[in-house]
């Protein structure tokens, strides 16, 4: 199989070699079409040059006509002959007799019949490249000879051509230097010109190699004055922007229908190869939008899956030690009423408090395994976290954890669960507690809310943030899962209800946490 070594260029070298080729093309064409034309001039030109030295040698030897000199006129006719291309001289009296011409032998020979063919006036005949010229001899209006000549224009062609070629020679010498330059130029314009192509396909290597890693999509801003985003999608537009490529990441799939339609877009994306370089950089945050959501539903449905297999065992195991607990509760108090012992009494009380416990874990696991059906009542989500925290206050301020609270005054009333949502709330500020207990120095939980406005959504956006000691990062797709806990005297079931209370409300829920630095609950409700 042959392989086109033309393929496997570069663009700049296809790019300059294609425009070399085309600027030979037309120079050449132009050098052949400027020689011929300028061939054909001269040839006309000399033609007629000919045609009027024959004349004005004629005109200056009249007077040999009338003398009859015949050396003069023999003289004549050796001028004549000596012009370019001349072949054929021949002078005739009025008789028809010859008295002139190049064959000497000719001379005195008559060619009556001749003359009668001869037009009375100037007259020129060609026939192929042979141009005959025949030129009536008159003092006013009498006819005292005649001449007539010959000359071969291809002769005179020939000559014309060695001139030509002389100067093509010359042409071809600058039209070289001139193609040489060509290429040079549109080398080194062309390398200018494709750079963002190159860029683009390293981009698309780094980006495709580390799985659309964020931190490789690097925007280069556009210097400008008017930073803001012109259709508010942001708070300066990503293309002005130093930290292009974050909004770019957090716009996502937003940016391909709205910044592609963008006046400023168009006016400061450039060309078309860098309006690709830019295109590439949408799908990129489109895509990786797409994949976060992607995952999302992948263990949101594992999430609710396990719940759902873990709430069903749960309820039937949580019933099955109720019942023994109950009996075996029964047993301890019967010992602790009718045996005096004081070991007895001291174990059955241990045995109670432990059953109570055990009793208190199986309610949270029937209470987790039943389906979550809110009672949704409008309301106001800042005044409704007021409340809920002030519950909360005394057990802050045992453990010396200040309470930030930063609610949205634009925040709107929706529709919630009161209950659901309070418990909700609890189990995110006791784990934040629990997260804060054993921390040195500052310690604080923030509580804010946030109303979002976006153009085909409104969201209520509530975070619960500690500088608690953060979670491990091989646990953070662990924490929502059924009975994962890291506490010794935990249940695993904490969080796994706050996602079933978010996940009731048609909500969304993430996590942000840092090793040694803390961690936020963010959750989304959409009004």
């Known amino acids: 199989m042959r392989i086109n070594p033309f393929r496997n260029l570069s663009i700049r070298w296809k790019v300059a070699l294609a425009t070399s080729f085309y600027i030979l093309l037309v120079l050449v064409g132009a050098i052949f079409y400027t020689a011929y034309s300028f061939e054909q001039k001269l040839l006309k030109e000399k033609n007629q040059n000919i045609i009027e030295n024959i004349k004005n040698i004629i005109e200056s030897y009249k007077d040999s006509f009338v003398l009859k000199n015949l050396e003069k006129i023999d003289e004549m006719t050796r001028k004549i002959d000596n012009l370019p291309s001349v072949f054929f001289v021949k002078v005739f009296d009025t008789g028809g007799r010859i008295i002139g011409d190049i064959d000497l032998s000719n001379l005195g020979k008559t060619e009556k019949d001749f003359l009668k063919k001869i037009p009375d006036k100037p007259y020129i005949k060609k026939d192929k490249n042979i141009i005959s010229f025949y030129y009536p001899v008159k003092i006013d209006s009498d006819t005292i000879g005649y001449v007539i000549t010959r000359h071969d224009l291809k002769t005179l062609k020939e000559s014309i051509d060695r001139e030509i070629f002389k100067i093509l020679v010359q042409t071809f010498a600058i039209a070289s230097m001139v193609i040489i330059a060509s290429f040079l130029g549109v080398f080194l314009i062309s390398g200018h010109m494709v750079k ?43 293309l002005t922007s130093e930290k292009g490529g974050e909004i770019l990441l957090n716009i996502g799939d937003t940016a391909l229908k709205e910044c592609s339609s963008c006046e400023k877009f168009k006016q400061l994306s450039g060309d078309e190869i860098r309006q690709l370089n830019y295109s590439f950089y949408m799908m990129v945050a489109s895509l990786k939008e797409y994949l976060r959501k992607l995952d999302e539903a992948h263990r949101e449905r594992e999430t609710l899956n396990c719940m759902a297999t873990m709430g069903e065992m749960s309820a039937k195991i949580a019933h099955e030690i109720k019942n023994a607990l109950y009996a075996i509760g029964n047993a301890a108090n019967y010992l602790r009423q009718n045996i005096d012992n004081e070991l007895v009494k001291e174990f059955s009380g241990i045995i109670k408090d432990e059953v109570n416990r055990l009793n208190k874990m199986t309610v949270s696991f029937l209470n987790f395994s039943k389906l979550i059906e809110p009672k949704f ?15 909360l206050k005394p057990d802050m301020d045992d453990e010396g954890i200040r309470l930030i609270i930063e609610t949205d005054p634009d925040m709107p009333e929706f529709e919630f669960d009161k209950n659901l949502i309070k418990q909700m709330i609890f189990n995110l500020i006791l784990n934040s507690i629990d997260a804060l207990k054993d921390k040195k120095g500052d310690k604080f939980i923030r509580i804010k809310t946030e109303y979002i406005k976006l153009k085909d959504k409104d969201i209520a956006r509530l975070i619960i943030e500690d500088n608690g000691e953060g979670i491990e990062p091989e646990n953070k797709d662990k924490i929502f899962k059924p009975f994962f806990t890291t506490k010794q005297k935990g249940t695993g079931l904490g969080l796994p209800m706050v996602y079933k ?18 961690t936020a609950f963010i959750i989304d409700f959409r009004i």
């Open 196 to 238: 963002p192509l190159i860029d683009l396909k390293n981009k698309i290597t780094e980006i495709t190699g580390s799985y659309i890693d964020s931190s490789k999509l690097d925007v280069e801003p556009v210097p400008q004055n008017d930073k803001d985003c012109i259709k508010s999608l942001t708070s300066e537009c990503w």
């Open 377 to 391: 009542q409008k309301g106001d989500i800042n005044e409704e976290i007021k409340n809920s925290v002030m519950l």
């Open 501 to 518: 209370i978010v996940f009731s409300h048609n909500g969304a829920i993430s996590m942000e946490s840092e090793k040694g630095k803390g």
